[in-house]
Every structure is written in C-alpha cells, then in structure tokens.
C-alpha cells in the first residue's frame, strides 16, 4: 500500500532535516537545509493526510522553525525575523498540542512539551539583552497564541509579562513620569490574572503573584498619589507665576490635590506622605500667610521624616524648607514673645514707679546692711523661708551672694507671683549685682 503524500514530504523532510546535523555545515548551509526540510514539512501539513500525520507534521514545522530561529539569532539578524521563526514554531507546537492529545501517546505529548517549553525559554533569553518595552511587546505576541495546552508554561509567560510591566513602572516612576507608571501598573492586571488562571495548580507561580499582586496594588497607589501632588505642584506654580491676584479658589483646589496625595500615600510610602505635608505647609506659608497652619504641616512633615530612622533627608529639598521654616517660625515666636514681654514690662513699670524710684533713692543713700535690711523687710524673697542672716555684716560677700539668690529674676516665677514681681526682682538684682562687684575679688 503507497504511503500518503502527507508521509511522503515528511519522510524527503526527514532526510534534508537530519543532514543539517553534519559536522562542519556552515550556519548558511544549515539554514538553507532547514527551509528546505522546513518547506517539505509544511507540504505534509498541509496535505489531505489524516489527523496523526497532521500533528506529526506541525510538531516537525515548529521543530524547523526554532532551529531557524536561533540560527538568525547567531547570525544576529534582525530581532523581527527571529521573533517571526519563533511565533510560527509556537504556532505549530500549539496546532501539535490541541489535537495531539487524540492521537499521540503520552510519551509523543511529554516530548512535544518539553520542546515547547525549551522553545518559549530560548526566545525569553533572547529578549533578555532587549528593553523592557521590546519584551513586552514581543512578550504581549507571544502570550496571545498560548492556549490552555500547557497551562504551567502559559502561566511563566504570563508572569514575565507582569513583572516586565511592573519593572517598566517602576522606571517611569523613578524617572518622575507618574503618569506613565500608573498606566504600566494598570497593565499589569490582564496578565497577573491569567498568570493566576493557567497557574491555578502551581504554588510558585500563585505566591510570585501574591507578592506582584500588593506590589503593584501599591505603587499604583504610591503612582496616584505621586501624579495628584505633581499636579497640585503645576497650579500652584500657575497661581504663584501668572496670576497677579491670587484665586483662593485656586488655592483650595491646590490643597485638595496635596491632600488627595497623602490620602494615596498613607501606610503605603511615608515619604511620599510627607512631601505632600509640606507642599501644603508652603500653600499656608507663601500663598494664604497662614503661619499656624504652615507650621502645623511643616511639623508634622518632619515627624514622618523622624519615623523614618534610619533613612535621613537632611539633604532633600522638602526637608530642608521644612527646617528653615519651622526655625524661621520658632526665632519669629521667640522675638514676638520678647516683644510682648518688654510691653508688659514697660507697662508694669509705670505702675510701680514710685516703688522703683523708692528702691532706687535707697541703694544710692542706704551702707550694703542697710539695704539689705530694707529689700529683705519691704520685699520678702518668695522663692525661700530665709531671711538675710543676723551675722551677714561678718561675712558681706556671702550676704550678697545669698541675696542675688534669693531674688534672681529666673527663679521669680512669673505665673505664680505675678510679673510685677517679676520686674521688682529684676530692679533689686541689678542693685545687688552692682554691690556685690565690689567684693568679687574679695577673697574673704
């Protein structure tokens, strides 16, 4: 009985395939041998032969196709080509696959398996040395003619399709193109979920997936977040530049924006975060002159800062107008309570004129016991139960010492006794410090 053409051109296929494993062929001849047997063997697939001799023909095409492919990739030809090789081996591995299974043995189906999950790893090593871009276009190709024929191969591909996605966001987002990382994390879905559905029996697969999975979750997040304070960031810098008047409701839009950062952000990047405190806290200073507000956000920026120890930002710009501003803010408070203080003082001091000018007359006319006897008798020292000692006229210095003590300003607690008391201490230190420098040298 004549074999069917379809044997016919496999078996002429058969006998140009295996000449091309001579030694010595140059890679020219042995691609010209595999067109050859390549061509002979898509004759038989395409013959009127019957479903086994099908199969066996598109496993030997895909087989034809591979060798090809890597023999372009040798002779570094253009990556359209080789890719071109691979996609019609995956083809004909996967016409083998979908029908094999009513024909082949089992032993014909594990051998068509391994050859094509080798054929799937040798073109993701070629796209290895390309851009992320690159494998994920030629990745993209490849995953839409894989079928559910090989489920844990699928599964990879789908997996190396998400992580390029991820990696490529993560650049964008490193490169301060937010709006390209969110839309790479965004394309991560479709291929996370059928990673997860061909790889539903594969517990490697499923936890890189998991892990992937809250990564992109959150630096799709970190992503918004980053793209809602760039944008607070351009109105303001429109508000602040090209508007003469500011429009507040500008403003308000400004810090919605920032607050919708941090909302994004929150337990997911703290120091996203807290950027975006103290884009608010500069709306506050710089914009609506609001220092209580300001210093609020510049605060709590530097307390995310803080909780991020080890990690410092002393050389960051944001941390640096934080602590510029919360100083600025602290000598302001400083010098306005001073300011506030001397006022009061002043005030006080017209009040108790007469007394001043009393303890003044009596310094000026009064022997150093005597006045100590009047300021100890007209003004008892709050801060201590002692009076001036009965022996003081023996030893003058320690008197005075004591005294200077007793009466010292920092010691008149203003809250409890009042700030008239306060300038009275100061009025009666001044006049014992100026006596007790004439026993400063006094070694006695």
Known sequence: ???????????????????????????????????????????????????????????????????????????KQKEETVVHHFKEALRHYQYAFLHGDKCKDSQWISDLKSKYSDCVDDLESFFSDFSLAIRIRYLSQIANLMSDS????????YLRLTEHNFHEGINAWQKGDYLKCKNQMAECHFPMHEARRYGHGQCDILQEIDVLENDVH???????????????????????????????????????????????????????EAIAMQRIGRVYAKVLKFKPQA???????????????????????????????????????????????????????????????????????????DFLLYVYKTYPPKNTSLQ????????????????????????????????????????ITKFLTKRYECFKFDTN
């Not at 379809?6 to 010209?32: D, W």
């Not at 697939?45 to 066996?56: F, K, P």
């Open 150 to 157: 090989v489920p844990e191969v699928t599964a990879n591909v």
């Open 1 to 75: 009985m004549s074999a069917s053409p379809s044997a016919t051109f496999r078996h002429e296929g058969n006998r140009m395939y295996k000449s091309v494993c001579l030694e010595g062929l140059s890679p020219v001849i042995q691609l010209e041998r595999l067109q050859k047997a390549r061509n002979l063997y898509s004759r038989a697939y395409n013959s009127d032969g019957n479903l086994d001799e099908q199969c066996s023909a598109a496993k030997n095409v895909a087989q034809c196709e591979w060798r090809i492919g890597k023999i372009h990739i040798l002779r």
């Open 295 to 369: 210093k609020e956000y510049y605060k709590r920026a530097i307390q995310l800062a803080v909780s991020m120890a080890p990690r410092i930002f002393t050389a960051y710009d944001w941390y640096i107008e934080c602590s510029e501003m919360l100083k600025k803010y602290q000598e302001e408070t400083i010098v306005h309570e001073q300011e506030q203080q001397d006022k009061e003082r002043e005030k006080i001091k017209e009040e108790i004129k007469v007394e001043l000018e009393e303890i003044k007359t009596n310094h000026e006319k009064k022997t150093n016991i």
């Open 218 to 272: 959150m630096h799709m997040c970190i992503a918004e977040s980053s793209k809602s304070r760039q944008t607070g960031d351009e109105l303001l810098e429109r508000a602040t530049r090209y508007y003469e008047t500011v429009d507040i409701n500008m403003v308000w839009e400004i810090i919605d924006w920032y607050k919708q950062a941090i909302l994004l952000a929150r337990e997911l990047d703290i120091e996203q």
């Open 388 to 427: 001036m000692e009965k022996d003081a006229k023996d030893n003058m210095k320690k008197a005075f010492q004591k005294a200077i003590l007793h009466y010292h300003p920092d010691k008149s607690e203003p809250e409890k006794n009042g700030m008239k008391w306060k300038v009275l201490t100061e009025e």
